[in-house]
């Protein structure tokens, strides 16, 4: 299977808000098929990076989809390519499962009226995320766990071959970080690329093509999982000792010293 | 999912509701007619007192009915998946409040009489100013708290200013007219009251029936809404535009008529699967029937003087919603918003 055929660009994107500056030139290139890891330490930017590249966030420097700028995209067009998960799931209506994950749909021109290439695409997307047999329930009824995969099923409904994904598998339980962290990787290898943010090292080493570091704004790292996370690189930018090591071909990263408070 | 065929029912089933209430609100009043007389009057046939029952007095009360109820309740619908909240409502956030006090000011100055053309122009402005103020004070992505503490603020302004016109009315007759008008009232209305509130209104429902989508892209809150392609400023303009010229204009020849657009959409909101979008249409179907049930009822209720549809509808109103709060106490003070 050839990678598909789609680029994501940033190319010194800084992010302000009023005198400080929140994403400091960063720069990196994500091509079809891969799906790359953004980690670092809390307030380092991660998630407002994501959410410049989803043009969530005024920004300067120039955001590139297959060599056009973001900014020159009609929003339209924009939502097609780009399906973004903000990091908390937050659900307002109880709507039901299923015309949840139908706002998906609406980039597509969905209304309440659902063409049969809608029902399709949000059958899939509930069946791989499993949320299939809740489809009438209300959503504000389902645990943490279930409403996250109700997120990534709205999310996968788009078919948008970008998705920025702020910690996808936060809340949720190690079965389903699992799932949804292979639904992430076979998106990026069938349909496009993923950028996730990514708290868990171990995960980010275990899914990633590449992990992306930021510390203080600034992209400090950006390479193969097994370079990136060293015991001196995660000391240097997380301010923790760990161990890492391998278990059955798989990085694992068990932090060492416990402070004793700020 | 696929709920549009159960929603044109509902639509289908409301809108002969509205039309039943219509017809009975030409029937009823002070003078019996018959339905036949009735149906003869408002076409221009039968007798020359009849035609003036009907046409006259009856039909532009009716029509006002329909036009004022249906304009709060879509108000209220739009306004509740703005702010995702079914507890907003225009008449919380002191719009009515400031419309009142726009239109006031005009008639205490002595700038209009209460027929002019000015008036309901003031009253919109008035509307207008107070939800930017609402928006400005509590920020765009301000808690609920927050939003209902700006929204009593916004309102207590606007009462301020009411009483201070009032104050200053220049006799004794006029302050009279004027706490009387703003109890919320349809009667001794024209078609001339129709004609001045209908531009203003077909311009504010233009307004608000159009970003139904964007309601429901906001189920998932303003990120994720703003990611699935609505560009949100200009949502919340014209819902706040909308609401100020649907609900000003009504304010401007009616008065205020409270609760409506909080207890309209909340009526039809399970019948929708508590979709924010699918619920603006049925909403305003349920507020004009809400109104002109109100309007009749007024007329049935034996008072010594006829009690003011806005004092009704405070009266029913008020109590709903707090059961309202009640029944969603938990959801209020637990999680945050």
Request: glycine share 12%; no cysteine.
């Amino acid at each position: 299977m050839s990678a598909p055929d789609i680029v994501l660009a940033a190319d010194r994107v800084s992010v302000a808000y009023g005198q400080t500056r929140v994403v400091d030139a960063a720069s990196f290139t994500v091509r079809g098929g891969e799906l790359v890891a953004i980690v670092g330490p809390n307030g380092a930017g991660k998630t407002t990076l994501l959410r410049a590249l989803a043009g969530l966030a005024p920004s300067s420097g120039s955001i590139t989809v297959d060599g056009a700028p973001l900014a020159s995209l009609s929003l339209g067009e924009r939502a097609r390519r780009i399906a973004y998960l903000p990091q908390s799931q937050v659900f307002h209506w109880p709507l039901a499962v299923a015309d949840i994950v139908a706002l998906g749909r609406l980039p597509r021109g969905a209304g309440a009226d659902l063409s049969e290439a809608d029902r399709q695409a949000i059958a899939v997307a509930m069946a791989d995320t499993g949320i299939t047999q809740y489809a009438e329930r209300p959503v504000t009824t389902l645990s943490g766990g279930e409403r996250a995969r109700v997120a990534v099923a709205r999310v996968l409904a788009t078919e948008a071959p970008i998705i920025l994904a702020d910690e996808p598998t936060a809340s949720l339980d190690l079965r389903y970080q699992m799932a949804i962290a292979g639904m992430l990787l076979r998106h990026a290898r069938a349909f496009g690329l993923v950028v996730a943010v990514l708290h868990d090292l171990a995960l980010a080493a275990r899914i990633a093509d590449r992990v992306i570091v930021m510390q203080g704004g600034r992209i400090v790292a950006d390479g193969a999982p097994n370079e990136m996370l060293s015991a001196e690189r995660v000391r240097e930018v997380f301010g923790v000792e760990v161990a890492i090591g391998e278990v059955g071909g798989a990085r694992v990263v068990v932090p060492l010293s416990l402070s004793e408070g700020p | 999912m696929g709920g549009r065929g159960r929603d044109e029912l509902l639509i289908g089933v409301l809108a002969v509701l509205v039309v039943v209430l219509f017809a009975v609100s030409l029937a009823v009043g002070p003078v019996f007619l018959p339905p036949a007389t009735v149906v003869g009057g408002l076409f221009g046939g039968g007798s020359e007192a009849a035609r003036i029952i009907v046409q006259e007095i009856r039909l532009p009360r009716a029509l006002l009915a329909v036009m004022i109820g249906g304009s709060l309740g879509l108000a209220g619908a739009s306004l509740q998946g703005l702010l995702r909240n079914p507890l907003a409502a225009p008449d919380l956030f002191g719009a009515p409040a400031a419309a009142a006090f726009g239109a006031v000011t005009v008639i205490s100055l002595g700038l209009a009489d209460a027929l002019s053309f000015a008036l309901p122009v003031a009253a919109i402005a008035g509307a207008l100013i107070s939800v930017a103020l609402l928006i400005l004070v509590a920020g765009p992505r301000s808690s609920l708290l927050v939003l209902i503490l700006a929204g009593l603020a916004v309102s207590s302004l606007a009462g301020a200013g009411t009483a201070l016109a009032l104050n200053l009315a220049p006799n004794p007759f006029a302050a009279l007219e004027i706490a009387f008008w703003l109890l919320g009232s349809l009667e001794d209305r024209s078609m001339r009251h129709v004609l001045i509130a209908l531009p203003f209104m077909v311009v504010g429902v233009g307004l608000l029936v159009w970003d139904r989508r964007a309601f429901r892209a906001l189920t998932l809150g303003e990120e994720a809404a703003a990611s699935l392609g609505f560009d949100l400023r200009w949502v919340r303009l014209r819902v706040v535009t909308g609401v100020a010229a649907a609900v000003g204009a009504g304010v401007a020849v009616a008065g205020s008529i409270g609760f409506i657009g909080l207890v309209a959409p909340h009526l039809v909101r399970p019948l929708v699967g508590h979709d924010p979008g699918r619920v603006v249409l049925p909403a305003a179907l349920s507020g004009a029937a809400l109104l002109l049930a109100a309007d009749i009822a007024v007329r049935l209720i034996p008072a010594q003087a006829e009690i003011k549809v806005g004092v009704l509808t405070a009266l029913i109103g008020a109590p709903f919603f707090i059961w309202m709060i009640l029944t969603r106490r938990r959801e209020l003070t637990g999680a945050p918003s």
